[in-house]
């Protein structure tokens, strides 16, 4: 699988858009781009995720660059409970995900 | 309810005892995972379970076995915990259908192994 590089961490204020980038230059044409957040110790939850087209869910959107070798995950209004590692993994639709140690975003008031 | 539960939550125990962790899902899913993270670092994969009779080992198994006792059951075993094997411990599942890797994760299982 890809290997995948974000920033350690980021801060954001309450109610602004939170915009945390992943670069993945060796990704493969059959993996997806998924996102997955890990709030304060619990089990990660899935976010979203995408191969080649931009996506939007209930939760966040994600954009994908035409080259497909970065993304940037959008929350559009963070909360607090947003506070939480963001992991972006590459991985095709077998078992695998490989959690590197992700971007701590960090909402402020 | 929790559609992945884990059992215990928290487990303090001593060197070189066996002990048992428990993973339970009512989303009917055919896979399942067990991982562990350690502080400050993502997660690893220990085993994965694609069915009943199918039984993987994932990048760190050393240490650990599994045991798949139906579809919605996946335990995970210390045959003779070790200190370094503290850690939080998490058990997933996924649908084998769906095209995509989509993991539901469980609340963890923290482990001390004195």
């Known amino acids: 699988d890809a290997k995948t590089t974000q920033p350690p961490s980021m801060d954001c204020a309450e109610g602004r858009a939170a915009n945390l980038p992943c670069n993945h230059s060796t990704i493969s044409g059959n993996e997806y781009v998924y996102w997955y957040r890990q709030i304060h110790s619990q089990g990660p939850q899935y976010i979203i995720h995408?191969?080649?087209n931009n996506e939007t869910n209930e939760m966040a959107s994600l954009i994908i660059t035409e080259d497909r070798k970065s993304s940037t995950l959008i929350l559009p209004h963070a909360t607090l409970r947003d506070t939480a590692v963001y992991y972006c993994?590459?991985?095709?639709?077998?078992?695998?995900?490989?959690f590197g140690k992700g971007t701590l975003l960090t909402v402020n008031p | 309810d929790a559609d992945v539960t884990q059992t215990p939550r928290n487990r303090i125990t001593k060197t070189g005892k066996r002990i048992m962790l428990e993973c339970s899902q009512t989303?009917?899913?055919?896979?399942m995972y067990w991982y562990r993270q350690d502080p400050g670092l993502g997660l690893r994969l220990i085993y994965y379970?694609?069915?009943?009779?199918?039984?993987n080992k994932g990048e760190i198994s050393d240490g650990y076995s599994v045991s798949r006792q139906a579809q919605a059951k996946f335990s995970l075993s210390l045959e003779s915990a070790i200190p370094n094997q503290t850690a939080l411990y998490f058990c997933?599942?996924?649908?084998?259908?769906?095209?995509?890797?989509?993991?539901?994760f469980g609340p963890g299982t923290r482990l001390t192994v004195l």
């Open positions: 993994i590459v991985g095709g639709s077998n078992y695998k995900l490989t």
């Open positions: 997933a599942t996924s649908d084998l259908g769906q095209g995509y890797n989509e993991q539901f």
């Open positions: 995408g191969l080649k």
């Open positions: 379970s694609f069915d009943v009779k199918d039984i």
């Open positions: 989303k009917g899913h055919d896979r």
